[in-house]
């Protein structure tokens, strides 16, 4: 099974918002709510940002939002910072009860 | 607190085999499914296989199928994969990692790295 899409690099300037898209199929984005993002970087371990499409994990910063619309998931940075430079990955389950990760997103602060 | 320890990584040549374990500490570990996850130098993210939290159910990428064997041992909280004819495309950090809630991989192991190689 390929890779969902996300676009391989996105930038913006501090304080500004940016949102990264990942888009699959019936069979993983589109037929479950079980859609994820992670921060990773370089170096570092990935660490989960928003589950299940819109859920934040306690210590994330409010600054990350997560949404779905048919099989296309983004996820949205707003109030931009230095920090937020890294690489971010969409993950998806699928009806084969595998996982599949996004192409990843390089995130860029100006 | 809730931690991940990865191991077992090194340098093996094409066709050899090789086992990662991955010790978890701080967490309930027999009530939690578990999943390895691979990134290839200077590449994404490739999820591997997942292991349910009582052994009972496991489930494989096509590109390991046959080939690697993911395991835990819930009375050691340690969770393998057993890698058996591997192969140059096999190269790549693998981590693991806990399923927190469906499909949310939290915390991940720090990552141990696979170099197969002649």
């Known amino acids: 099974q390929s890779a969902l899409t996300q676009p391989a690099s996105v930038s913006g300037s501090p304080g500004q918002s940016i949102t990264i898209s990942c888009t699959g199929t019936?069979?993983?984005?589109?037929?479950?709510?079980?859609v994820s993002w992670y921060q990773q970087h370089p170096g570092k371990a990935p660490k989960v940002m928003i589950y299940?499409?819109?859920d934040r994990p306690s210590g994330v910063s409010n600054r990350f939002s997560g949404s779905k619309s048919g099989n296309t998931a983004s996820l949205t940075i707003s109030g931009l910072q230095a920090e937020d430079e890294a690489d971010y990955y969409c993950?998806?389950?699928?009806?084969?009860?595998?996982?599949?990760f996004g192409t990843g997103t390089k995130v860029t602060v100006l | 607190q809730v931690q991940l320890v990865d191991s077992g990584g090194g340098v093996v040549q094409p066709g050899r085999s090789l086992r990662l374990s991955c010790a978890a500490s701080?967490?309930?570990?027999?009530?939690?499914?578990m999943h390895w996850v691979r990134q290839a130098p200077g590449k994404g993210l490739e999820w591997v296989a997942v292991?349910?939290?009582?052994?009972?159910?496991?489930y494989y990428a096509d590109s390991v199928k046959g080939r690697f064997t993911i395991s835990r041992d819930n009375s050691k909280n340690t969770l393998y994969l057993q890698m058996n004819s591997l192969r140059a495309e096999d190269t790549a950090v693998y981590y693991c990692?806990?399923?927190?809630?469906?499909?949310?991989?939290?915390?991940w192991g720090q990552g141990t790295l696979v170099t197969v190689s002649s």
């Open positions: 292991l349910w939290y009582d052994g009972s159910t496991k």
């Open positions: 993950s998806s389950f699928t009806t084969s009860n595998t996982r599949i």
């Open positions: 701080g967490f309930i570990f027999s009530s939690y499914g």
């Open positions: 299940d499409v819109t």
């Open positions: 019936s069979s993983d984005v589109g037929g479950y709510n079980y």
């Open positions: 990692a806990r399923e927190y809630s469906n499909n949310c991989f939290d915390p």
